[in-house]
């Protein structure tokens, strides 16, 4: 089968799914290609080694990526961001079509929205039918985070929302909270998978813990907090830090933020402002890093600002930290905090009320290890079962399969 991934994420940016995808499948015999844009996530600014121009052509793992221009930004301004990815929607119409060659069915990774309009340009005039993989619910995820309040614009995506939707030959949604929204606007349910996001569990797994990177990232002898990933405006992490000082006079607990994005400056502005020695950042870290990280860890916190689509939201770094065998702290409540509590993998408690993260975290602290350890356990079993990577392409190939078999037929017959 010949699969067309494209995404406005992409390696080396740490938006992994797209890349693992491609490699995964091309390991399953199939040919692969991707176009994305050029690198500039999370920090807003190209990689080393870019250059913007008219287009790029790399191989990476083996998988060809044509990089097509972008504007570079990833900023708190709405305007920007739109320009941003309206660029790369114009670019992608414009050159995509030329430079996808024939493809059975094309995978399109969204956010943003703006993902779908070029996708349909490329299958219209590719023959390309495509599956949109539904990351994040727009307009509402930028609705949630503040991105964009004019009540046009918002008219405007809901109707390119409807639009999208309605072309692509098949839905993929993380979490049955997103079937459920989609259904309620008027998609159909048999159009729709729920296939959640996964871990490699190549890179993903437990590791013995280093007493020489403890001593090095000041983690040694005390009770680690950490949160890994994106520090974004979903994530609202001013909770994190309050919870942080109401448990400064409890000297060995600390917290350890492994990450960057918008949110870090803010961040770093209330900790100093707070004089707190209880909360450290490690800063944007390889993803090979992370496991190491993860195993000095007594508890791996994840957040979401309170609103009701992150109550439908599960975020990936979830399996991330259920593949590491580490307990978690999921501070949200609905599909995230369902899922981590039905595995037995760890706790939650309310988004965006720090005491009562203060007071989970205390929970936990008070465990006995075998008790962290048993939910660590229960976690990575529910992760081998319904999250690892292996589990997921499969579940990917077949419904890509499925739906270039039917647009097989429909050219065929001169549709």
């Not at 949604?173 to 048999?190: A, I, M, W």
């Not at 602290?365 to 079962?385: H, I, K, T, V």
């Not at 077949?398 to 739906?403: D, N, S």
Request: aromatic share 8%; charged share 20%; proline share 7%.
């Amino acid at each position: 089968m010949r699969i067309l991934i494209h995404s406005y994420f992409y390696h080396p940016e740490p938006i992994w799914m797209p890349h693992e995808m491609a490699v995964s499948l091309a390991r399953r015999g199939h040919q692969v290609k991707t176009i994305t844009g050029f690198p500039s996530y999370p920090q807003g600014k190209l990689y080393d080694g870019y250059k913007q121009r008219p287009w790029r052509r790399e191989t990476i793992d083996g998988i060809p990526v044509l990089r097509l221009p972008l504007m570079v930004d990833h900023s708190r301004s709405s305007l920007r961001r739109i320009m941003s990815y309206g660029s790369f929607m114009a670019s992608s119409c414009a050159m995509g079509p030329l430079g996808a060659g024939p493809a059975d069915v094309m995978y399109v990774s969204h956010p943003p929205l703006s993902m779908g309009v070029s996708a349909w340009t490329i299958g219209l005039m590719r023959r390309i039918p495509f599956v949109y993989a539904v990351n994040d619910l727009w307009p509402e995820a930028i609705l949630a985070t503040g991105m964009v309040r004019s009540s046009k614009i918002i008219a405007g995506l809901r109707w390119l929302e409807r639009f999208v939707y309605k072309r692509a030959a098949a839905i993929i949604t993380v979490s049955p909270g997103y079937r459920d929204n989609l259904v309620g606007k008027g998609v159909p349910p048999e159009k729709i998978s729920v296939l959640t996001n996964w871990a490699n569990e190549e890179i993903y797994r437990p590791v013995e813990a280093d007493p020489a990177l403890a001593r090095e990232l000041g983690m040694a002898g005390r009770f680690n907090v950490v949160f890994g990933g994106n520090m974004g405006l979903a994530q609202n992490l001013e909770t994190v830090v309050e919870a942080a000082d109401l448990l400064k006079s409890q000297g060995d607990i600390q917290f350890l933020f492994a990450g960057d994005g918008v949110g870090r400056d803010p961040l770093e502005g209330m900790v100093r402002e707070r004089k707190l020695d209880n909360v450290r950042f490690l800063g944007m870290q390889p993803a090979i890093q992370m496991p190491h990280i993860y195993a000095l860890s007594d508890v791996l916190l994840a957040h979401y600002k309170r609103d009701p689509l992150f109550e439908i939201s599960i975020p990936a770094k979830i399996f991330s930290y259920m593949a590491c065998q580490r307990p978690v702290l999921m501070a949200s409540a609905g599909n995230a905090a369902d899922l981590v509590e039905a595995a037995g993998a760890g706790i939650s408690c309310p988004a965006e009320e720090p005491q009562a993260m203060a007071q989970a975290v205390l929970g936990l602290y008070n465990m006995s290890p075998e008790e962290r350890s048993a939910l660590g356990a229960a976690g990575r079993q529910a992760f081998l079962e319904d999250h690892s990577r292996e589990v997921l392409v499969g579940r990917h190939e077949e419904l890509l399969t499925e739906v270039a078999g039917a647009g097989a037929r429909l050219r065929r017959e001169g549709g």
